[in-house]
């Protein structure tokens, strides 16, 4: 079978959160399991472009809004991703250094699309399914099925993965100009509340949905910015599948940004040696538990309520523990958290921005990680955490509730807790310090949870079931 997986995001060539590490795992999986899996992105100014040769493999051009864009295709060379990855390159518009943030991102998405619907009308041969990954990519179904000019790719199958439901790309129906032309008859299949909702038109358009986590999809029915009707009327096409972790990236006996190497036979030495050198250069304490935290800090992961949560956490159990926390997002939330410094001194520090490195480095020297998020639709830095002997703290949402037990639980290995408040996390903060000063069964729980198995062979064939269903 033939896949061509059309996404924002895909590690290393372009990450900002975990659709970018789905989307670099997956079809190296599904290539794994005999199929021919490939990729197609916008081509940004990434590091990854200027490092690495491509070919060009096509060039072509479409009308939008009475202007004519001429892009142009490129696919690396060497096959260093374990599937084909191809760029896209429209000058003026795909041509930036971020993926996302700027003024024009609705339009750099339709055009996007646009090619890449192109593109494949101008293919030799077809691909069996399309998977569009989240909103950005959410109106290919729908150009396929509907549009005049390329409704002759209706016969393709198309398979649509909600990776986040908070955002839709709502945009007025002005914009719809910028679309190919369309059966209006069929307009309804883009709107949603008298707005073009991308979101809900690859739920309505593509044959098969899915969430990247059953729990997910359950909330989605109740709690979905509006589309909890859509959700419940689509049941039938949606389906859960939950995510898997790129085990070859994600090992800590070869990750290449540590320096010390372990598996879950010297996990006791491997962790420290890991938390020392992080301890020393961040001017934290070895000798204390150390919590981290690592994520976009927006709403949607509770980062508003760290500063509050780190200092009572501090005051109320005397700094029994240090805090370390990386990210960027909300300006208010980094703020706060860098002003926090110098308050708590050898008790907390934070690293403002995006780094992959030191991420790698605090899994592995960590002895809790912190995930609060008010929405989770499945989460992979707590499968990070699990697979590097970090005891995960999560609240019980989405795929949180799918992948960790409570440790007062039968089986369990974690520490959950219900309410996104501040009350909850430091709450939480104490049962793990609990538990971390029960050495044996702390011992016994990094040992067992780094053999928890959550790799992509299994989720990689569940979607091969989905697509031939
Ligand atoms: P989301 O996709 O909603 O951000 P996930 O848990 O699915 O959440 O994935 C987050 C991914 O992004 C993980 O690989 C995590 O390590 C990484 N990440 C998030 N913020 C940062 C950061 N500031 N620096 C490095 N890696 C980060
Ligand atoms: C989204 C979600 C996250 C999920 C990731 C990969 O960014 O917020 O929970 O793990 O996509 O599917």
Excluded at 11 to 29: Q, S, T, W
Excluded at 144 to 167: A, P, R, V
Aim: glycine letters at 10%; aromatic letters at 14%; a negative charge.
């Amino acid at each position: 079978m033939e896949i061509l997986h059309v996404s924002a995001e895909c590690y290393p060539v372009a990450k900002v959160g975990g659709l970018g590490d789905v989307v670099g795992a997956l079809p190296k999986y599904q290539q794994k399991l005999g199929h021919i899996a490939k990729v197609v992105l916008p081509m940004y100014r990434t590091k990854f472009l200027f490092e690495n040769q491509f070919d060009v493999v096509h060039k072509g051009a479409f009308s939008m809004d009475g202007h004519w864009l001429n892009y142009t295709i490129i696919k690396e060379k060497t096959n260093k991703l374990g599937f084909d990855l191809y760029l896209v390159d429209i000058m003026g518009i795909l041509d930036r250094e971020r993926v996302y943030g700027y003024d024009d991102d609705t339009y750099r998405f339709i055009a996007f699309q646009r090619a890449v619907v192109d593109w494949v009308g101008k293919w030799q041969h077809r691909p069996d399914i399309i998977h569009a990954h989240d909103h950005h990519c959410g109106l290919i179904p729908f150009m396929m099925q509907y549009s005049y000019e390329y409704n002759y790719l209706s016969g393709i199958k198309t398979i649509f993965t909600i990776h986040n439901g908070q955002y839709q790309g709502w945009m007025g129906w002005d914009q719809a100009r910028w679309f190919p032309a369309f059966d209006a008859y069929k307009w309804g299949m883009l709107d949603w509340n008298n707005m073009i909702n991308p979101l809900a038109a690859g739920v309505k358009c593509a044959y098969k949905v899915n969430t990247v986590s059953s729990g997910y999809l359950e909330e989605l029915r109740h709690s979905s910015k509006g589309l909890e009707h859509l959700f419940e009327y689509e049941r039938g096409k949606c389906f859960g599948i939950l995510n898997g972790i790129d085990t070859e990236v994600w090992n800590p006996e070869t990750d290449s940004y540590l320096q010390h190497h372990y598996s879950y036979l010297t996990a006791d030495e491997g962790k420290r040696a890991n938390k020392k050198a992080l301890c020393d250069e961040f001017g934290l304490d070895i000798n204390k538990p150390l919590f981290i935290f690592i994520g976009r800090m927006v709403e949607e992961k509770a980062a508003d309520l760290l500063p509050q949560a780190i200092s009572d956490s501090i005051y109320y159990m005397n700094g029994r523990m240090n805090f370390l926390v990386l990210g960027s997002g909300s300006s208010m939330v980094e703020q706060q958290l860098e002003s926090m410094r110098g308050h708590f001194f050898g008790y907390y520090n934070s690293q403002i921005g995006y780094n992959e490195a030191l991420s790698h480095k605090m899994y592995a020297g960590a002895d809790f990680l912190l995930m609060p998020s008010r929405v989770e639709p499945c989460g992979l830095n707590q499968m990070y955490a699990l697979r590097y002997g970090t005891v995960p703290i999560v609240r019980r949402t989405g795929g949180l509730n799918d992948t960790v037990v409570d440790y007062g639980d039968e089986g369990g290995f974690g520490v959950c807790f219900r309410e996104a408040t501040v009350g909850e996390i430091t709450h939480s903060v104490y049962r793990a310090l609990q538990l971390y000063e029960d050495k044996e069964r702390m011992g016994k729980t990094v040992e067992k949870i780094m053999q928890i198995d959550h790799s992509w062979e299994r989720s990689a064939q569940i979607y091969i079931n989905l697509y031939n269903s």
